[in-house]
């Protein structure tokens, strides 16, 4: 978002935008939009590069072989596998990009990467016109892509490969294209992603990293776009030591030989952005590809909960969820433990980017600030938390608690509201009398 937005202290904001903030009671189109949307830094073999590239669920079944260089069913995607089951579209962004393209006499491979190394292109004569050339193009041993031309210059670019136009064809077995290499991933790489997708809005962010000066990165970007840009969003990251409510920390490691430890990152990320704002991750089964450490003491689950830890564990022959929590240890009068439950900042990430999607695509700008307009956005406001109220993510709504008021400028407007979340059953404490 290129506009102001985030939280304020005082009316005193430069840019136009939304500032709102999230405080908790004092205590001893206003549609919702959909949720689904990750996005993951990815180290690939083959793949687009220097960008940040769309992918649905759909996508990902259908193309991934052109997408990412395997088939769907690939031991090299279980992680986007394991991501997919909760995530209905992805914003992937390929970090080892840069490397060499694989080429051979005839072609040269679409991306960089050591995949453009399983490409081979043959050329055989036309069984019906002699004077023509049948060119195929294999990935392994799939054939990808089939032309019938009298010569190289006729040749067009497929989804593996662009050829050489000045080259004379001749019949010639499957020649493997060779010298094809990933490039290097290291703080720039991951720095080149968080730039990128810093327009972009998405649910859940992951970033399968092991090294503590990476996972501050990401958590850094968390908290400016969450606290400075108004873009709300959690990060999942593993076993991350950090006091946010923005940031996921995955405990468990996973045990797949030439997997990173922190591979459960996917799942963990596809099942927070996927997770409905009137859901709750807890007690979801562990349904992903890998296999996870899970035998944890009862003990150590306790820690793990005080500690902020998103841990799963073992129930007979299942691994489920054990607290849908974020990282937040440190409470205060402003935010209590009602915000260390992820259910709770989905629903706050929701009404913040639900509310500040409308007021800058609907009012400012464009709607004078006079009562009217006033009552105008407070009747959009009120229409949203009615739908929240409606599928069960807010309770006991009374729309006398929101006003909307002139603030200390022409331009400015001032809203209060308060909102009680509901989180899903978590505890049972039952007395029984016998008598």
Not at 4 to 29: D, M, R, W
Request: proline share 2%; aromatic share 8%.
């Amino acid at each position: 978002m290129s506009l102001g937005g985030g939280s304020f202290t005082a009316e005193n904001k430069a840019l136009p935008g939304a500032y709102i903030n999230f405080v908790s009671a004092a205590s001893a189109s206003a549609s919702l939009s959909d949720r689904g949307i990750a996005t993951m830094p990815l180290e690939l073999d083959w793949g687009r590069e220097e960008e940040v590239f769309e992918v649905s669920s759909e996508d990902f079944q259908k193309n991934s072989l052109k997408l990412f260089g395997y088939a769907f069913d690939s031991p090299k995607l279980k992680g986007l596998r394991d991501l997919f089951m909760g995530a209905r579209t992805l914003y992937a962004y390929r970090l080892n990009g840069g490397g060499k393209q694989a080429a051979n006499e005839l072609a040269t491979a679409l991306y960089s990467g050591i995949r453009g190394n399983d490409l081979k292109v043959a050329v055989g004569a036309n069984a019906d016109d002699a004077t023509r050339f049948d060119v195929s193009t294999y990935l392994g041993t799939a054939r990808v892509d089939l032309q019938t031309v009298a010569g190289a210059a006729e040749l067009v670019a497929n989804d593996y490969v662009t050829f050489k136009a000045d080259t004379e064809l001749t019949v010639m077995a499957a020649s493997p294209l060779t010298g094809g290499t990933n490039g290097t991933v290291d703080g720039n790489a991951h720095q080149a992603y968080l730039d990128k997708i810093e327009p972009y809005t998405y649910n859940a962010m992951g970033a399968v990293v092991t090294d503590d000066t990476t996972k501050k990165l990401y958590a850094a970007f968390n908290k400016r776009m969450r606290d400075e840009m108004g873009i709300k969003f959690q990060v999942v990251l593993y076993r991350a030591a950090v006091d946010s409510m923005g940031v996921i920390s995955v405990k468990n490691k996973t045990l797949d030989e030439g997997a990173s430890e922190a591979s459960l990152v996917y799942w963990v990320t596809g099942a927070q952005a996927g997770c409905e704002v009137n859901k709750s991750c807890q007690n979801k089964l562990y349904d992903g590809s890998f296999a996870v450490e899970a035998n944890y003491k009862q003990s150590e689950l306790e820690q793990s909960v005080k500690s902020g830890e998103f841990v799963l564990h073992r129930v007979n022959a299942d691994i489920r969820v054990l607290e849908d929590i974020n990282t937040m240890v440190t409470v205060s009068d402003t935010q209590g433990d009602i915000f260390k439950d992820n259910q709770t900042v989905r629903v706050i990430d929701q009404i913040g980017n639900d509310i500040a999607v409308l007021f800058c695509t609907k009012y400012m700008g464009a709607v004078p600030n006079d009562a009217a307009g006033r009552i105008s956005l407070w009747s959009d406001i009120v229409a949203h938390h009615r739908e929240l109220e409606r599928i069960r993510a807010i309770e006991d709504f009374s729309d006398s608690e929101v006003t909307v008021e002139p603030g200390n400028t022409k331009k400015a407007v001032v809203v209060r509201d308060v909102v009680t979340v509901v989180n899903a059953m978590g505890k049972l404490y039952m007395t029984v009398t016998v008598s």
